[in-house]
Each structure stands twice: as structure tokens, then as C-alpha cells.
């Protein structure tokens, strides 16, 4: 598929199939969340321009490679994207940050938003949007609507657990923005949830139900 990199280190599969695993403890979940975050941030920041600033080392002076152009912005669609967000401030910890709060209508699945909250000059920077599940996109092309209209021109959307039905209708509604994802599962339930999927992040990272 066009524009979406399946991650498959084996190290995020490996952690995956821990979390997928229903025994697992909400501490673990949390853990290895965090873990496969900073695996995913490696992979979605792999090409970002560098350019030579000058240093001096306790040897001598160099030029030396640093990340080129405005801080990053990450933003993490609420609740469940903070796990992902954790992992990737602790890469890149100087990146700005935005909150999307949204949750699923469970009828309709429709996202509501209740919060919204980013760094006021959006333009020509790099924004990677996080959240742990696309299932039917519903939420994700969402939050990215409310940010293109906040003038984002330069959007990533990663997440960890993507459905077939979702990639293709978040591909269809927002094709210049590239999806980084572990693992795209067999399809969607009747319900809206990925299969195999992990069930709810949110209630698995948080302990709600
Ligand atoms: C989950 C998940 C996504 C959304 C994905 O959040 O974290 O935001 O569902 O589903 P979609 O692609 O069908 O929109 P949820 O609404 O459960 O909220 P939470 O993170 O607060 O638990
Ligand atoms: N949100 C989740 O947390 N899990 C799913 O399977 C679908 C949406």
C-alpha cells in the first residue's frame, strides 16, 4: 500500500505479541508500550534532515550533525495516544506537544471531541500524530482535519495496531499524510475493534473498562 510502512523489527513484534496477550498486566501493557514507542519514533524520524552546526569537543572544534529545521510537534490523540507519546518524548524530548481528546461513541463510533489543546504556529513543522489503534479511521483523519485546519502542512500518523478498513479510509481521506504502523490486522468486528487486535488500549493502559 501506498504511503504505509508496516514496522516489522522483530523486537516490536516480539512486544507486540506480549501485549496482544490478555494475561498481560496493565504495568507490562504500559511498559512495553513505551518500549515499542521508542522502536516506532526510530523508524518514523529515520529521515529527517540534519545539517553541521558548529561544536567544540574537549579536543577541538568540529562541525557536527544536528536535526535540522523547528522542534517537532507530537500529538497524541487522548486517551490511549499518551502511551505512545511517552516513548517518543523520551527520544526526542524536546519536541512540542498537542492533545486531541476524543473517545468513540460506542453506537455510532463516530469520535467525540472534548479537548484540544497545540502549539499555536503549526505550519512547516513536522507533526507525527500518535495513537495506538486505527480501526475505522474515524478518530485519526478527525484529529488531523482539526490540525490541517490549524494550518499543519507536514502530518505522520503513527499507531501500533492498524485495521484493513481503516488504513484504506485514512488513506483515502488524507493520502499526503504517511502511516508508520506495527501490524495491520485481519479486519474489523461488528463492534469497531480490531481482530486479533489487543481489545481497548485506553481501558488496557489505564485499567477502565
Ligand atoms: C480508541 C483508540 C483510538 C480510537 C480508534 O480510543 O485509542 O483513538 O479508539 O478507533 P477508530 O479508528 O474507530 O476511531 P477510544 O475512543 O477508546 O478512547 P480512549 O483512548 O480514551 O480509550
Ligand atoms: N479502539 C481500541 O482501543 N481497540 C480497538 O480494537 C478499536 C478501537
Known amino acids: 500500500m501506498n504511503n504505509v510502512t508496516v514496522v516489522d523489527h522483530p523486537l516490536i513484534q516480539h512486544k507486540l505479541t506480549i501485549m496482544r496477550n490478555k494475561e498481560t498486566s496493565i504495568a507490562g501493557f504500559r511498559r512495553l ?15 529527517l534532515e540534519l545539517e553541521m552546526i558548529p561544536i567544540e569537543t574537549p579536543m577541538s572544534e568540529m562541525m557536527a550533525p544536528a536535526i535540522k529545521g ?4 507530537f500529538a497524541s490523540i487522548l486517551r490511549a495516544g499518551n502511551g505512545l507519546l511517552e516513548g517518543m518524548l523520551d527520544l526526542v524530548p524536546a519536541a512540542r506537544v498537542a492533545h486531541i481528546g476524543m473517545y468513540r461513541d460506542h453506537a455510532t463510533l463516530e469520535p ?19 495513537d495506538p ?17 490549524r494550518g499543519a502542512n507536514n502530518i505522520r500518523f503513527l499507531c501500533l495496531l492498524a485495521a484493513p478498513e481503516g488504513v484504506a ?10 502511516v508508520f504502523t ?28
Open 33 to 47: 508500550l513505551r518500549e515499542i514507542a521508542h522502536l516506532l519514533c526510530y523508524e518514523v524520524t529515520r529521515d
Open 112 to 130: 467525540v471531541e472534548y479537548y484540544f489543546k497545540a502549539p499555536s504556529n503549526l505550519q512547516d513543522r513536522l507533526i507525527i500524530v500518535v
Open 182 to 209: 506495527a501490524s495491520i490486522d485481519s479486519h474489523l468486528n461488528e463492534l469497531g475493534y480490531i481482530m486479533p487486535g489487543l481489545g481497548d488500549a485506553g481501558d488496557r493502559m489505564y485499567g477502565t473498562k
Open 70 to 73: 523547528k522542534k517537532l510537534v
Open 133 to 149: 489503534m486505527l480501526a475505522t479511521a474515524n478518530s485519526a483523519t478527525a484529529a488531523i482535519d482539526k490540525l490541517k485546519e
Open 169 to 178: 479510509r485514512f488513506t483515502e481521506a488524507h493520502p499526503d499524510v504517511p
